[in-house]
Structures are given as structure tokens and as C-alpha cells.
């Protein structure tokens, strides 16, 4: 069984920066493909970045590119989402997830496991 653990989530500025992370346990973390989604309310869940199994392949959503950088720590089991130049539609739950076949990528129907959330709100 796999369980992501998200932290780092908080209240921040317009133009400041965040970092939120993921704790891996259960499973072969250096296998699986990691992502992170976000939901903001009153909307559905969309995704932001991820990362390949070894942390060479990374992707992002237009909108967060330039500003913020995933990547891991697989001897950790760790997974960050560095965030910079926060503005306030970033505001939404962030949530990490897994895929244990290591494709990961935009959907989130490719993903096994899912953490349970941490709220990142940027405020004008």
C-alpha cells in the first residue's frame, strides 16, 4: 500500500514563493511516475506538473510555467513543488499523486495513489 503525505501548504503574498512536498511510503518509489493536481474551489481538479521516475522528464501546465519546478528525492521518497511569483488564481488544495506504472503525465486517470491534500492560498 502507498501513502502520500502532502505539507508545506499555507497563506502567502502575490509574487511570493512557496514550496510544498510529499512523503512516499509503502512501495518502490523510484518507480512510479509522481504528479501534482490542484483544485481550487468551485472547480475541477486540474494538473500542474510532473516528473518521471528517474526526475529527467518533467511537464507542467502552461499556466505555472517559468514558475514553478517539481522534483524529487527518490533516496527520500520525497516529492516538492517549488512555486515563485504566486498569484492568487495558484490558490487550491494541491494534492501529490502516484503512478506505480511510471507513464504519470497529465491525467489524473493514469494515477494509483493520491495524498490527501494541502491548502496553498496567495493572497492580494
Known amino acids: 500500500q502507498v501513502r502520500l503525505a502532502e505539507s508545506g501548504g499555507g497563506l502567502v503574498q502575490t509574487g511570493g514563493s512557496l514550496r510544498v512536498s510529499c512523503a512516499a511510503s509503502?512501495?518502490?518509489?523510484?518507480?512510479?511516475?509522481m504528479g501534482w493536481f490542484r483544485q481550487a474551489p468551485g472547480k475541477e481538479r486540474e494538473f500542474v506538473a510532473a516528473?518521471?521516475?528517474?526526475?529527467?522528464?518533467?511537464s507542467y501546465v502552461d499556466s505555472v510555467k517559468g514558475r514553478f519546478t517539481i522534483s524529487r528525492d527518490n533516496a527520500k521518497k520525497m516529492l516538492y513543488l517549488q512555486m515563485n511569483s504566486l498569484k492568487s488564481e495558484d490558490t487550491a488544495i494541491y494534492y501529490c499523486?502516484?503512478?506505480?506504472?511510471?507513464?504519470?503525465?497529465?491525467?489524473?486517470?493514469?494515477?494509483?495513489?493520491w495524498g490527501q491534500g494541502t491548502q496553498v492560498t496567495v493572497s492580494s
Open positions: 509503502g512501495g518502490a518509489f523510484s518507480t512510479y511516475g
Open positions: 516528473i518521471s521516475e528517474t526526475g529527467r522528464r518533467t
Open positions: 499523486a502516484a503512478d506505480i506504472h511510471g507513464v504519470g503525465g497529465v491525467s489524473g486517470l493514469n494515477y494509483d495513489y
